[in-house]
């Protein structure tokens, strides 16, 4: 069983180095971290009295983990989560904030838990969680993959933009259903045919 700090390390694996994409609405990032999470922290890393793009090239890959730790695996109350879900949850958080939370709130509706979508994860989240994770914290987790992976196909169906991030130019599986896949059961994966069928209205 991998620790925290391990997850956390492989998700700056994931995410890379600096990445300032026009089409990526998280703006300049580096090792995950954006440039919108350094103005909220405040962390002026070049000194110059501003928190700028700057900023987020002097980003090491040290702070961006101890960054990721605490404010989007603590903070959000990730590590109160049943063990199986938390890495799913927590790349999931890293990549697309409280929206990784909405997420789990819908999946719980959905399993008929009175859970509200806010993104916060409070007792009402957690007590439901617990009870949707009872016997089977896996299938939990793969039915959050699943609807992780569909999240990411929706928003690429209504931002032709963001389909290079869902589908390579080859037109394999991109980065993002990757990544929800790299949490899912073997199974669940689509495969290159289902997955073609599933983009093909993008062309």
């Known amino acids: 069983?991998?620790?925290?700090?391990?997850?956390?390390?492989?998700?700056?694996?994931?995410?890379?180095?600096?990445?300032?994409?026009?089409?990526?609405?998280?703006?300049?990032?580096?090792?995950g971290v954006?440039?919108?999470?350094l103005r909220r922290l405040g962390l002026d890393l070049t000194g110059d009295g501003a928190v700028g793009i700057a900023d987020v090239r002097a980003l090491s890959r040290a702070q961006a983990v101890e960054i990721l730790l605490a404010h989007y695996y603590e903070r959000p109350r990730i590590a109160e989560m049943p063990a199986?879900?938390?890495?799913?949850?927590?790349?999931?958080y890293v990549n697309s904030g409280a929206?990784?939370?909405?997420?789990?709130?819908?999946l719980l509706r959905e399993m008929g838990f009175a859970v509200a979508v806010d993104g916060v994860i409070g007792s009402q989240t957690l007590a439901a969680v617990q009870d949707a994770a009872r016997p089977d914290p896996v299938a939990l987790r793969d039915?959050?993959?699943?609807?992780?992976?569909?999240?990411y196909f929706r928003l690429a169906d209504h931002r032709p933009a963001s389909r290079k991030y869902a589908r390579t130019r080859a037109g394999g599986k991109g980065g993002w259903i990757r990544r929800a896949e790299a949490f899912l059961s073997p199974r669940y994966h689509l495969s290159a045919?289902?997955?073609?069928?599933?983009?093909?209205a993008w062309e």
């Open 1 to 31: 069983m991998q620790n925290v700090r391990q997850i956390a390390e492989e998700i700056v694996d994931r995410e890379g180095g600096f990445v300032n994409d026009p089409d990526d609405p998280g703006g300049a990032t580096n090792h």
């Open 34 to 37: 954006t440039i919108h999470t």
């Open 84 to 92: 199986a879900l938390q890495p799913a949850l927590f790349d999931m």
């Open 99 to 106: 929206n990784a939370v909405k997420i789990l709130q819908r």
């Open 143 to 151: 039915a959050y993959g699943v609807a992780r992976r569909t999240y």
């Open 193 to 200: 045919a289902e997955f073609r069928e599933r983009v093909a």
